[in-house]
């Protein structure tokens, strides 16, 4: 998800698979009149960054690939780059409609509330808002949500990072500074805000870096922005100037990868684990791997929804029992056997065996948790009937009641410095 500023805004309803167009929704969306032949699909793309920016990229090269898997020409797809989260968006998405576009997606949480205007001006048009929540409270039979559970991802990713912490304690490469005053190593992570998506991700990396290695805390310092080069490695370089061995991101740009490659030819013990896409390129020897979304997943399931005349599910949420997430190409520098642990960890999750919240594994004020209610409706009334509760079965059901990221839950072992 991306740009989330609110909290829980969803209804309760259950994420639909990516198999099928129609079901698993109690009201599925709208999907237009087009339907039939792929050549009277036209898509708009409503994009918050370009190709230069991570997160927006990954997008770009999802619509691209899905609309050739369904056969749909490249002319056919009409792009907004770089749209502000304002007045603009829905400017955008009124152009596009006069272009005929049939299917508009757009990509930022903060796009949310003006493509949610323009679909409801444009009732026969099918809107997507990528990360968003309010589509099952909109009304609107023709606006859904989406996102991916890059959580698993993230997890898998730490269990990466925890390998990699095993392997320098083992060896004694690690210094005084490198743990801190309970003996725990230190490890970072570059937050952009402190919203939900953001927690859940850098718990579900934490608690990956623990299923290894059980002694760290972690620190996460936010940069308020989502793409911000600069403030992003300033941010790296405060954390491993605290002594933190290995920095996690969940923010768009190569600033805390190039900044810990930096770290580590100056003779500092210091690894990066990004997001989006493979920091190789900046970061040869320092990145370990990147949590990474294979969009094409969602948009080819969309499309054939478009295509077909079906219904777009109201809110679809997929990971790696679709290979919707995944983690880059790891890099040279992962500790030996790390490759057959992610392959065992991601078998463990696709095969149901092993849930990243699983509550016997966290606590919270030391204490494990057994009940957690998530606020569907963003009322904030904590006798909402329509509110859910999220843990049972010993796991928080992450992006089952809604697509959006519920887990906003402060762990044992992290710090936000701000």
Request: with cysteine; proline share 3%.
């Amino acid at each position: 998800m991306k740009k989330r500023i609110a909290t829980a805004l969803l209804a309760g309803v259950m994420v639909l698979s990516a198999t099928a167009c129609e079901g698993g929704t109690a009201d599925p969306g709208k999907s237009g009149d087009a339907s039939g032949d792929a050549g009277s699909i036209k898509i708009g793309a409503i994009l918050v960054g370009d190709e230069n920016e991570g997160y927006t990229y990954a997008h770009i090269e999802g619509i691209k690939k899905a609309a050739k898997e369904n056969g749909i020409p490249e002319e056919n797809i009409i792009w907004k780059y770089s749209v502000k989260e304002d007045e603009s968006c829905y400017e955008a998405a009124k152009d596009l409609v006069d272009q005929g576009c049939t299917g508009i997606f757009s990509n930022s949480y903060g796009h949310q509330s003006f493509t949610q205007q323009a679909a409801a001006e444009f009732p026969d048009v099918q809107f997507v808002a990528m990360t968003g929540d309010t589509a099952a409270i909109s009304g609107l039979s023709n606006l859904s949500n989406a996102f991916t559970n890059i959580y698993e991802a993230r997890y898998v990713s730490g269990v990466v990072a925890g390998m990699k912490v095993a392997e320098l304690a083992a060896a004694g490469e690690l210094a005084p500074e490198n743990y801190d005053a309970d003996g725990n190593v230190r490890i970072g992570y570059v937050g952009a805000f402190p919203y939900a998506e953001v927690v859940s991700g850098y718990s579900a990396f934490f608690l990956g870096v623990q299923s290894v290695y059980q002694n760290v805390s972690m620190e996460v310092t936010y940069t308020n922005s989502w793409f911000d080069i600069t403030k992003e490695g300033e941010a790296a370089n405060a954390l491993m100037a605290d002594g933190c061995v290995i920095i996690g991101q969940h923010a768009d740009s190569t600033g805390a990868p190039t900044a810990v490659q930096a770290a580590l030819d100056s003779g500092k013990v210091a690894y990066s684990v990004g997001y989006n896409v493979d920091m190789l390129n900046v970061a040869p020897t320092a990145a370990l791997t990147s949590a990474t979304n294979n969009w094409s997943v969602y948009y080819k399931y969309a499309f054939d929804c478009l295509k077909n005349g079906q219904a777009i599910a109201r809110d679809w949420a997929e990971g790696y029992k679709t290979d919707t997430v995944a983690i880059t190409t790891l890099g040279p520098s992962v500790a030996a056997g790390t490759a057959e642990k992610v392959a065992e960890v991601e078998a463990a999750i696709k095969d149901g065996s092993l849930h990243v919240f699983d509550t016997s594994k966290f606590t919270v004020g030391g204490k494990l948790l057994d009940s957690y209610v998530v606020d569907m409706t963003g009322n904030f009334d904590p006798n909402d009937p329509e509110d859910k509760e999220a843990i049972w079965d010993g796991y928080f059901h992450e992006s089952e009641l809604r697509a959006a990221p519920s887990f906003d839950i402060r762990i044992d072992g992290i710090t936000e410095l701000n």
